[in-house]
């Protein structure tokens, strides 16, 4: 027979529990346990060592259960393993069970004389029968364990009969939000009440139909998850969970991701537009909506929502493969609003209390906006149009009126609404609208962002003059003045026509002369780059005349994310902006974070001194993943695109060796699993992969470019070493002052001194571009790069490349047109002889 | 010149209950508000007894002490430090044993084998707010300033600092392990008890073995 002992934090507790399970044995044959609990009579604790005894004391060959509460009773139990024979240590099994109900049944059981494993299986489901009778679950699996005392079926109980699986989480980042919420969905899709447990961490059952709940399992990669499911279609429920489980719970590209992108029409890029409005009301006329019985109302309110749902889900589709997945997820929050439980139970009480659907919808969702609208942040503010824009769709679908798409067989209209959403924005038929009006001023929500990306004209705010505007009524706007025309003379038409055809004209001309190259005056080209941190920045620069991005700031691309993005989500969107930028090369800098860049996904610790803290590359020391991730994001895109790298914050050659190092592993591991599988993170493959880079060689991808930022006095003092092996260095020259001039540009106080021409950043730059090694290009990124002025310094003291703002890409152009090289250098060794930076302006 | 042995250890050993002790109104209040309020009395109790033990005993080598000290802490915290603390004195004292000229190199590998108990214990992950996220970077700080030829207090006082800024960290961190993970993210915000004792025993070995 086994033996059982009881480990817990509390000597009276576990006597307690050993005598109510004594109580359930009648005859004289019982197993033998031994208690490990407290560290005296009243002192809360569990001590390895006593653990270690009380199993060496009931110890026989048949075996030990040990059964204990929590928190460290589990460390001093394993501990204790390590404490008795190796043979003992064999035959002892600890258990997950709960420890009053599974050391009853465990007592039950082993007084039959049933062996180790029977009876750690019996008290493991020792909670089946409490959560049966409660009715949280069913629980009793068809195959039970012998000698589990079938539950009685009652046969006019809800409780129909269960189904169960067990599954594993195996996508990298775990059942986090976005797998979580579809997991969510699937559920509710069915009638039945379903529970996830976590069997490594034994958190749950919780409600797979509520997403907090399904996120306190804390599944990560690589756990167990029970599946239990009662209710009418149990059964199917439970199968299409464990297919979802299967696919890596979606969390990964589609399949289908790799497919040619629809091509669609792109606005005219231009500021003004003429035509008939199209006036579209955010406030849909629900006067003649008939109320109907609940149940009437509850299934066309379920319809709405699925109309609504199917309409987001194509729009998110659209938008992610024009505009990258990051355009996409505005549409995922909206379809979030449909399922959130603080939303739809409400409607659904009132729609069950005789309240119509329109009014319980509306009633919601504007209270839910309201909310957004009182936030501070202006973020936050912007999901208040989200949710408008949310509700307009429900009411239009509820009332039976169709989203008013213009028809492209008239002549392109000028779309009039109050304020112009994502949806709205991103559903657009070019080629059917001229342009977009809006009443409500804001000129940075999600639907001027992604108007402005499709290059579709917008004028917004223009106030009453477009609220009284009817449809049909021909308008036209001029953003460059600002001017809206609600009624247009036939002379108004002419100028207005002829004035489309200077503006087309004018922008071919300014398009054409940006595209081309910029030759200095005695013919050396000098590539003109553009900082890019969005996808509209990426437009704007293509659309400059931008020969690619000399700085991609990942951590303002990715800045707004609740959550780290991604490998695949980082791929997505770098391909995205390369191809938004018509395949220019792009150099990506890894996460700059710290200092005055937090982000939310990456805690950072509070400093003293954060622009002298773990800023750039050394926020990744202690806490690397997300620095793989981005690296394995990059090598992917790089197989792809033309792509450069570039590590930020660097101060010293053993950074650039670890950051060096840390790309080849990732391009190593991320070259083993292109081929095999892909959802495994990082982490999870590094043995391998580090095999695999043995293997491989350690290379990063052909055609990959590495460089660094100089950015720390440090670095341009040691660029000879610093850079050896690379392929090319990038100034970063506001921070550059910042560092040298030991002065904050935002301090008033001493902000004249953090001035880039001060003769020392200068210098800095002068040695940089004069010691760094053959071969590594020098490439300007900071502000000074954008200002035409210093042009000619800056090609004089040999830098070999510009990347400013996506605007004055023309203007630099025009500046690198202008320079003579050899003026430049004279120039340049004048102004290093220069004392102050009032003189060095003097001589630009 | 420092030297790792009985009596230097013991040192240590002393100097840290007496930090602990000082400190102990501040750890519980720590545990108080991300946990079960008893890491400061749990690890008071420990190193007294571990104290009453070094007084009442005679030993052989450094690895019979520190084998003493981690049994006695693992009979005596109670808390799910007294195992994790417990294993790191074992394994400390394991990869110790027999150990002749104890240099700065071997100083530093045994407490590697001693965080690696602690790692296999309590599954804890960087990150995870707990005291590895202190001992990784006192162990990582320790062997870079060992590789460029720091002597061994040097190496404990940069470990030391180290362990102090990854302690630091944990503030910011939301707990993954222990009682503290119950509290999702509400941990965030407070500093996590045991980096904040780990910090105090490499203080005190800093200050001790030197």
């Known amino acids: ?207 797979a139909g509520s997403l907090s709940a399904v996120a306190t399992l804390n599944a990560r990669s690589g756990n167990r998850l029970r599946v239990e499911a009662s209710g009418d279609q149990a059964d199917e429920a439970v199968h299409a969970l464990e297919e979802l489980a299967a696919r890596g719970f979606d969390d990964q590209p589609a399949a289908g991701s790799a497919a040619p992108r629809s091509e669609r029409a792109a606005g005219s890029g231009l500021d003004l537009a003429m035509g008939p409005a199209l006036v579209r009301k955010t406030d849909v006329d629900t006067s003649a909506y008939q109320t109907a019985e609940p149940e009437t109302e509850s299934r066309r309110s379920r319809e709405a929502v699925a109309t609504v749902r199917s309409r987001l889900h194509d729009l998110e589709r659209r938008t992610s493969e024009e505009s990258g997945a990051q355009a996409g997820a505005i549409f995922t929050a909206q379809v979030q609003l449909l399922d959130d439980p603080d939303i739809t139970g409400p409607v659904d009480a009132e729609i069950a209390a005789g309240i119509s659907a329109v009014e319980a919808w509306s009633r919601q969702l504007d209270e839910v906006a309201a909310r957004f609208e009182g936030l501070a942040d202006a973020y936050q503010r912007e999901r208040a149009a989200d949710v408008r824009s949310v509700r307009a769709a429900l009411l239009r679908a509820l009332t039976g009126k169709p989203d008013e798409d213009p028809d492209a067989t008239g002549a392109p209209v000028i779309l009039v609404v109050d304020e112009l959403d994502a949806a709205t924005a991103a559903s657009i038929d070019a080629t059917a609208v001229a342009g977009v009006v809006t009443v409500a001023r804001g000129t940075t929500g999600h639907g001027v962002i992604v108007a402005a990306s499709r290059g579709i004209p917008l004028l917004t705010g223009v106030g009453d003059d477009a609220a009284g505007v009817r449809t049909g009524q021909v308008v036209a706007f001029d953003a460059r003045t600002d001017a809206f025309l609600p009624e247009v003379s036939e002379a108004d038409q002419r100028r207005f026509a ?347 | 010149m420092s030297t790792v042995d009985v009596s230097s250890v013991s040192g240590w050993l002393r100097s840290y209950a007496e930090a602990i002790s000082e400190h102990a109104a501040e750890l519980t209040e720590l545990d108080a508000a991300i946990g079960d309020a008893d890491h400061g009395t749990n690890m008071n109790r420990g190193m007294q007894a571990v104290v009453a033990a070094i007084d009442g005993g005679d030993f052989a080598d450094v690895a019979a002490l520190l084998k003493k000290a981690g049994l006695t802490m693992v009979s005596t915290v109670g808390g799910a430090s007294g195992p994790l603390y417990g294993t790191f004195l074992l394994r400390l004292g394991g990869a110790l044993d027999g150990a002749s000229d104890i240099t700065a190199e071997k100083f530093g590998a045994a407490l590697r084998a001693g965080v690696e108990g602690v790692v296999a214990r309590g599954k804890a992950e960087l990150g995870d707010k707990t005291m590895y996220d202190a001992w990784v970077p006192a162990l990582d700080a320790y062997d870079a300033a060992v590789a460029s030829g720091a002597d061994l207090p040097a190496a404990l006082q940069a470990a030391a600092a180290a362990a102090a800024r990854g302690r630091d960290e944990t503030t910011a961190m939301v707990a993954r392990k222990g009682r503290a993970s119950y509290l999702g993210e509400r941990s965030a915000g407070h500093q996590d008890p045991g980096a904040t004792s780990t910090t105090l025993l490499l203080e005190s070995a800093a200050a001790a073995l030197s």
């Open chain 1, 1 to 207: 027979m086994i033996s059982i002992v009881v480990v817990s934090h509390s000597r009276a507790l576990a006597e307690a529990a050993v005598a109510l399970a004594g109580e359930m044995i009648t005859g004289d044959e019982r197993p033998r346990v031994a208690v490990a609990a407290g560290l005296d009579e009243s002192t809360f604790g569990t001590n390895a060592a006593a653990v270690a005894e009380a199993i060496t004391e009931v110890d026989t060959p048949d075996g030990v259960l040990v059964l204990l509460d929590l928190g460290s009773a589990i460390l001093s139990a394993e501990m204790a393993l390590e404490f008795v024979e190796p043979d003992v240590a064999g035959r002892v099994r600890l258990s997950s069970a709960p420890l009053v109900e599974g050391l009853v049944a465990a007592v039950v059981l082993a007084s039959t004389g049933a062996d180790l494993d029977a009876v750690t299986e019996e008290a493991e489901s020792g909670l089946a029968a409490k959560r049966f009778h409660l009715g949280s679950a069913a629980t009793v699996s068809e195959t039970g364990a012998d000698g589990t005392p079938d539950a009685p079926a009652d046969e006019d109980s809800a409780v129909a009969a269960a189904a169960t699986a067990e599954v594993t989480v195996s996508n990298a980042h775990g059942l986090h939000a976005r797998p979580a919420a579809k997991v969510v969905a699937l559920v509710r899709g069915f009638d039945a009440h379903v529970t996830l447990t976590n069997l490594d961490t034994g958190r749950g059952p919780v409600n």
């Open chain 1, 498 to 844: 002829d004035l489309v055809a200077e503006r087309s004209r004018e922008r071919i001309e300014v398009v054409e002369a940006a595209r081309g190259p910029a030759l200095t005056g005695d013919g050396h080209r000098v590539p003109v780059l553009a900082n890019v941190a969005s996808l509209a920045d990426a437009d704007s620069a293509r659309a400059n005349g931008a020969e690619g991005s000399g700085l991609v700031r990942t951590e303002v691309l990715f800045g707004d994310r609740a959550e780290a993005p991604t490998v695949e989500e980082q791929t997505e969107t770098f391909l995205a902006l390369a191809k938004a930028m018509g395949g220019a090369p792009l150099t990506i800098r890894t996460w700059d974070v710290g200092g005055d860049k937090p982000l939310p996904f990456l805690p950072m610790p509070r400093e003293a001194n954060p622009f002298l803290g773990a800023r750039g590359i050394r926020a990744f020391r202690r806490q690397p993943r997300l620095l793989y991730d981005q690296l394995t994001a990059i090598c992917r895109a790089a197989r792809e695109t033309p792509i450069r790298v570039m590590f930020p914050m660097v101060s010293n050659a053993g950074e650039v060796a670890t950051a060096v190092a840390q790309l080849r592993h990732a391009a190593a591991i991320d070259a083993v699993l292109v081929s095999g599988e892909r959802s495994t993170g990082f982490y999870a493959s590094a043995e391998t992969g580090s095999q695999a880079a043995a293997e491989a060689g350690s290379a990063v991808p052909e055609g990959l470019d590495v460089g660094i930022m100089v950015e720390v006095p440090a670095a341009a003092l040691t660029i000879e070493t610093l850079a050896e092996g690379l392929d090319f260095v990038s100034v970063g020259t506001n921070d550059l002052t910042q560092y040298t001039m030991a002065a904050d540009r935002g301090n008033d106080a001493v902000a004249e001194l953090a001035d880039p021409l001060s003769p020392a950043v200068l210098r800095l730059i002068d040695r940089v571009c004069r010691r760094a090694p053959d071969g590594v290009e020098v490439a300007v990124c900071g502000d000074l790069a954008s200002q035409p002025r210093a042009v000619p310094l800056l090609l004089g003291l040999g830098v070999r490349e510009l990347s400013c703002t996506p605007p004055k890409v023309p203007d630099v152009k025009a500046a690198v047109r202008g320079t003579d090289l050899a003026d430049a250098r004279a120039l340049a060794a004048e102004v290093l002889t220069a004392g102050e930076p009032a003189e060095i302006r003097e001589l630009l």
